[in-house]
Nanobody
Framework: VQLQASGGGLVQPGGSLRVSCEAS????????MSWYRQAPGKQRELVAA???????NYSDSVKGRFTISRDNAKNTVYLQMNSLKPEDTAVYYC??????????????WGQGTLVTVSS
């Protein structure tokens, strides 16, 4: 099982970007999928999470600007980021709790994708 994140890049302040993360492998089911981020010199923090039923929660710093969604048929989670600010610059990591055949329930992390907000 692996999580593959994509979609990061350079964007100007006020701009938008969407990052994606696909889970692949011998997956039986996926529970909550989340996005975390880690800025230089700071601890990793939770940005947004979405349950298998679609319930969401967001950190206060992104509420109203970011939207998390998922496509269960594609085992993919998305993070739409609007009104980006320089302080959103970070490596964004996807995270999922899932059940894999022959492994059972475990937590998996993606490799991270860099989002840079700068003019």
């Amino acid at each position: 099982v692996q999580l593959q994140a994509s979609g990061g890049g350079l964007v100007q302040p006020g701009g938008s970007l969407r990052v994606s993360c696909e889970a692949s492998g011998s997956i039986f089911s996926i529970d909550t999928m989340s996005w975390y981020r880690q800025a230089p010199g700071k601890q990793r923090e939770l940005v947004a999470a979405i349950t298998s039923r679609g319930s969401t929660n967001y950190s206060d710093s992104v509420k109203g600007r970011f939207t998390i969604s998922r496509d269960n048929a594609k085992n993919t989670v998305y993070l739409q980021m609007n009104s980006l600010k320089p302080e959103d610059t970070a490596v964004y990591y996807c995270h999922a709790g899932l059940r894999a055949y022959g492994v059972g329930w475990s937590i998996y992390w993606g490799q991270g994708t860099l989002v840079t907000v700068s003019s």
